[in-house]
């Protein structure tokens, strides 16, 4: 087993209804939990704020960012999957394709 995080890239839209966003919670919360039971969570993650800063290059300048709505890092989930194909494939589940976000599958690089 090998492990992979799931980087979460979009999600519910500004003006999604309170009801909407706790239907949406808790098809996270199942799915997790599911996955969980299985043993493949291992680190569900946390949502990530929009706010934030980008430090960058030898001068490490400082710039208010990110600011590329499409491409926002929204959350990750640390799993352990088989391989590469195992661990797309328990992605297919994630409850951020409703709302067109997407996510990226990583293996995580063995030191």
């Known amino acids: 087993m090998s ?34 039971e299985k043993g493949f969570v291992k680190d569900p993650g946390q949502p990530l704020e929009r706010a934030g800063k980008v430090v960058a290059g030898k001068q490490k300048t400082v710039t ?23 661990a797309t494939e328990l992605s297919l589940g994630c409850p951020i394709y409703t709302y067109a976000g997407s996510v990226e599958v990583r293996p995580v690089a063995k030191m």
Do not use: C, N
Request: proline letters at 5%; aromatic letters at 12%.
């Open 64 to 86: 208010d960012g990110p600011f590329a709505e499409k491409d926002l890092v929204s959350g990750y989930t640390l799993v352990e999957a088989k391989d590469l194909e195992h």
């Open 3 to 36: 492990q992979f995080l799931f980087i979460y890239r979009g999600g519910m839209p500004a003006g999604t209804s309170p009801a909407e966003m706790q239907q949406q919670m808790g098809r996270w919360m199942t799915w997790l939990k599911d996955l969980g």
